[in-house]
């Protein structure tokens, strides 16, 4: 099809989705999402009525810029009615156009985040569940119903839980055809239908792209990771556009749903949820590419606010930036090729602009009236006088804007929906539905007992048998718990979910569905305690007891409680370690530095078990902070502060915030500032060490750093905890080492220390102290077997920030290898000659490797192409290879694993092993059977079934460590500020699971 042909189908497609005057049926007005209708409003308007949900929109990412698809309720009105669907309670709600009032809600089994559409007296909406529903749009009633993803599991996503396909590509109508979306993570698999509006037939699937090999967001990145969906689709001519996320949209044939172009790392910083069809151009949050070649337009300005199409010709548009509105052009201009010749180009020229009294968050227009809305304010400006005619306060930020029968209707982030009308009447406002909701005793009893007995009053909690929801409610009103409930009887479930939302519990706090007990979708381990209505009562327990492997498979380890039966008679069952599960409780695993956890049960093909927004301020990114830990259940992250999180199901327990700033990081060089025991979590802190309680962060104690003899400034270098003794060390300040990357903050930290000394973790008292000869770099130090191991060794002036002429041949003195009794401190063997500049322990093998560590941004001194292992008890040399690597050595049982190949650690033998992993600046983190490592986007190798570097897709981890493979799963907490528009930026873990 020509360019000509496709913008007259376009036009068409534009000019009957405009046919029924007085409606707004899709997001937007249209399936091209133009923003635009016809229909002019009136020149006076007044606040008619003001719905007022129970409860704001609860995004799924609400620090995300790009991603602001459900920030409010989006309306859309045909026929009389007004429809919205809410993230809180997972409903769908029609009201009364003209009035406000009720008129009928249908519930689903996920959050709706994007609005339905109405066509042909239907209504058509996604869930979160994964489904699209199709319901009368009289009754609610419904009619079909078609799943969009390949099976029933369900993960916890955005504090929700969903379908792990949740149905995010939101619907659009053309043609009578409906089209959707389900996936928002690639690698679990990407699919987008068309079906026949009227019965749901399926016309076609395209559930291939989400598996694409391709160029990733950055310079030389290739992955397998395709297309997800996150926001609206936009039908028009023969294009189906799918908003990707964070990226640019992807493009696909609408006849045969054929993958036409996705320019991922073309367009690597751009990208966004919102986008508008306009004849042979599509605006991508408001940037303007050509639709036939998906490039970027000319002309354009930086990150384009919200934008309409200012005629139904559609080639000229209107966009809010800022406090101004401008119109454009859509036009061919002129440049110059690179060798100066005249070339025609499309882009925009500017038209006009006017200064309005509110800085526009949504933009469409009327007619000949724009209508801008913004914070607490919404305007409407003449088209063509070019001013402001009117302006009216609102509740909340306007971030969704429609017109309909002669009617304003404004939505709000703070879940109310504003109508403005030509007709003077006097304010209504009309409030969700809600009741006194009176408690049973026996469930108020059961629930004051289970609190109680079980000391867990926050977390996720099921209930299963729920019955009516008294138990739920009675535990909801009485702790911070989210509760899901779930009984296998309909009646029940509808008459729980109708007492929950009068008690305007549900969705917030409780969530309802029908599933047989022993049989859920839910992820495994989620649960932090799990109770059962229909136990309380005193029946039912034969279908717990059926349910038995089904708990044990969704109780969280590391103290998930069952607590179940009567009141007064209840029986509890604590789970402990989850075995084989491991721990991560220093930089490199352990302060053996090994780089291997000892998780046993980890391994591939890789799927989300709960992802959440990446919420934790940052530092640079490449300022390398510290990798996460793990620990007995707990992940502890640090950001500008400490989180700790249940590593099972994604839930904050605590964080702290210290005055101080736990910076320099630049963990690559001066070694981690925190590590974790049964003792504490130990953080380093300027001059001092805190010890921090693993269960709350409240501060237990602080350790000073001895002064230096001179009296200049002190800094606490190294920290490790082994074997109930905390060792620490007083950071050389003299030695600044160079910046290595241009934009981190290397030049603050200090990478060695002058004296080392072990102490008591929770008395501070000094056990014993090492004084350096010269200096001991932090990662030439390592714990283990009872001993420490450290170089000893003269600083390198060529890695000094300010290090005055280095003189030629000049080269980096050796110094001693020393093995230090870790109870006593005695010198227990030396080794001379001491070149490395890396250290790593094997307590199973009493073997020690001293390397370098020869990565990207890395010191000059760390540069080098040689490995050697010593016996670890009397510091017998083994073997001593010069061989190639590009990152820091892992040891994985008897082998050393590197960028570069594999090695005996007993003999230095090579041993096969080849990873070809495609970009990334990061460390390889490991267990028994996967290592983790940046390959493009997150890259794994599984030791077991040798598949070759595999991808999870969608998103990238870190420029060091932040991806570790520990507890039975690969924990993954936001570990950049990139960026580069990968589709998604979330802390998320993974597990193990046959593909669907």
Not at 228 to 256: E, H, I, K, M
Not at 379 to 390: K, L, R, T
Not at 726 to 740: A, E, Q
């Amino acid at each position: 099809m020509t360019n000509r042909g496709l913008f007259v189908f376009v036009l068409m497609g534009l000019s009957s989705a405009n046919a029924q005057a007085g409606n707004w049926s899709q997001y937007r007005a249209d399936a091209a999402r133009t923003g635009f209708v016809a229909e002019p409003l009136p020149t006076q308007l007044q606040l008619a009525w003001t719905y007022e949900s129970a409860h704001a929109p609860r995004r799924a990412w609400p620090t995300n810029v790009r991603l602001q698809f459900d920030r409010a309720f989006q309306p859309v009105i045909a026929e009389g009615l007004l429809f919205f669907g809410s993230s809180v309670d997972d409903s769908v709600y029609a009201c009364d156009a003209a009035t406000g009032q009720p008129r009928w809600t249908f519930c689903t089994d996920g959050p709706i985040r994007l609005a339905p559409v109405i066509w042909n007296q239907r209504v058509y909406v996604t869930s979160d569940d994964g489904f699209l529903y199709c319901l009368a749009a009289a009754d609610g009633r419904l009619v079909w119903k078609f799943r969009g993803g390949p099976g029933e599991r369900m993960v916890l996503g955005n504090d929700r839980m969903t379908s792990a396909w949740p149905a995010r590509g939101g619907p659009v109508v053309l043609d009578g055809v409906v089209y959707f979306a389900a996936g928002v993570w690639p690698t679990d698999g990407f699919h987008l239908h068309a079906l026949n509006a009227r019965n749901g037939a399926l016309l076609w699937s395209n559930r291939e792209t989400g598996s694409l090999y391709m160029p990733q967001p950055h310079e030389g990145a290739y992955g397998r990771s395709g297309v997800a969906a996150q926001g609206y689709l936009v039908a028009a001519g023969g294009n189906l556009f799918v908003p990707t996320g964070r990226a640019v949209p992807a493009v696909f044939d609408r006849q045969t749903g054929k993958l036409r172009y996705f320019h991922l790392a073309a367009h690597r910083r751009m990208g966004g949820d919102r986008i508008t069809a306009l004849g042979d151009w599509f605006f991508n949050v408001g940037f303007p590419f050509d639709a036939t070649s998906g490039l970027a337009g000319e002309g354009t300005p930086q990150r384009m606010g919200p934008i309409a199409a200012l005629s139904r010709e559609g080639n000229r548009i209107v966009r809010a930036a800022g406090q101004t509105v401008v119109a454009y052009q859509l036009a061919e201009l002129e440049k110059q090729d690179r060798k100066g010749k005249p070339i025609s180009v499309k882009g925009l020229r500017q038209l006009w602009s006017i200064e309005v009294p509110v800085a526009g968050h949504s933009l469409i227009v009327a007619g000949r009236t724009i209508v801008s809305g913004g914070e607490n304010r919404v305007c409407g400006i003449d088209a063509d006088a070019q001013n402001v005619i009117w302006s009216h306060t609102i509740a909340g930020t306007a971030c969704g804007l429609a017109v309909a029968d002669g009617r304003l209707y404004v939505s709000t982030d703070r879940g109310r929906i504003h109508c403005f009308s030509a007709e003077s009447r006097r304010e209504t406002i009309v409030r969700a539905p809600a009741a006194a909701v009176e408690e049973r005793p026996v469930y108020a009893q059961a629930a004051q007992e289970i609190l109680a007995r079980t000391g867990i009053e926050a977390g996720y909690c099921l209930d299963l048998g729920c019955g009516e929801g008294d138990l739920a409610l009675a535990l909801a009103r009485r702790s911070k718990l989210s509760i899901y409930a779930v009984d296998p009887d309909p009646a029940n479930v509808e008459r729980a979910r109708r007492k929950l939302a009068a008690a305007g519990l549900y969705g917030r706090r409780v969530t309802v569905h029908r599933a047989p007990l022993d049989k859920l979708a839910y992820p495994k381990y989620f649960a932090n305690l799990i109770v059962s209505a229909r136990s309380v009562a005193g029946a039912g327990t034969e279908a717990i007891e059926m349910a038995s492997q089904e708990i044990s498979r969704l109780q969280r380890p590391y103290g998930g409680v069952v607590c179940v039966g009567p009141p007064g008679s209840m029986q509890l069952h604590t789970r402990g370690e989850l075995a084989g599960a491991g721990s991560w409780t220093h930089q490199y695993a352990s302060p053996a530095n090994s780089c291997c956890s000892d998780d046993t049960l980890i391994k591939g093909p890789l799927a989300m078990l709960w992802f959440r927004d990446a919420d934790l301020p940052l530092p640079p990114r490449r300022s390398r902070r510290p990798p996460p830990l793990f620990h007995q259940g707990r992940l502890f992250v640090q950001g500008i502060g400490l989180r700790a999180v249940d590593a099972y199901n994604g839930r904050t327990l605590w964080e702290y915030s210290p005055q101080e700033s736990l910076q320099p990081y630049n963990a690559d060089k001066t070694g981690s500032n925190f590590c974790t025991s049964d003792r504490g979590l130990f953080v380093r802190l300027g001059s001092k060490c805190l010890r921090l309680d693993v269960a709350t962060g409240e501060k237990l104690a602080q350790f000073e750093i001895p002064p230096r003899p001179d009296g200049r400034p002190s800094a606490w270098g190294y920290v490790a905890v082994d074997d109930g003794r905390l060792f620490g060390s007083r950071s050389n300040t003299d030695h600044t080492v160079v910046n290595t990357y241009n934009r981190a903050n290397a030049g603050q930290g200090y990478p060695e220390s002058d004296s080392l000394w072990a102490m008591d973790p929770e008395t501070g008292r000094r056990h014993w102290t090492y004084t350096a000869r010269h200096s001991i770099r932090h990662n030439a130090i390592a714990i283990g077997q009872g001993r420490v191991y450290l170089i000893d060794r003269p600083r390198a002036r060529r890695d000094l920030l300010r290090r005055g002429e280095v003189k030629p041949g000049e080269v980096h003195p050796v110094g001693e290898l020393v093995c230090l009794n870790a109870q006593t401190g005695k010198i227990l063997w030396k080794a001379e000659n001491a070149w490395g500049t890396l250290l790593a322990l094997s307590d199973r093998h009493d073997a020690l490797l001293m390397s370098y560590q020869l990565t990207q941004y890395t010191l000059p001194s760390e540069r080098g192409g040689r490995m050697m292992v010593f016996g670890a008890s009397d510091g017998t040399p083994l073997w001593d290879r010069n061989v190639e690597y590009a990152t820091r050595p892992v040891i994985n049982d008897s082998t050393v694993y590197a960028q570069g190949g594999a090695w005996d650690l007993m003999t230095g033998q090579d041993r096969p092993f080849k990873m070809a992993r495609s970009y990334g600046c990061g460390m390889i983190s490991s267990s028994q059977s996967l290592m983790l490592f940046r390959s493009a986007t997150l890259g794994y190798f599984d030791l077991v079934r040798q598949a070759g570097v595999e991808n999870f897709g969608g998103t990238r981890v870190g420029c060091w460590i932040n991806a570790i493979p520990v507890g039975g799963l690969v924990l993954v907490p936001d570990g950049t500020v990139c960026t580069c528009s990968y589709l998604n930026r979330a802390s998320f873990a993974l597990q193990q699971v046959a593909r669907e």
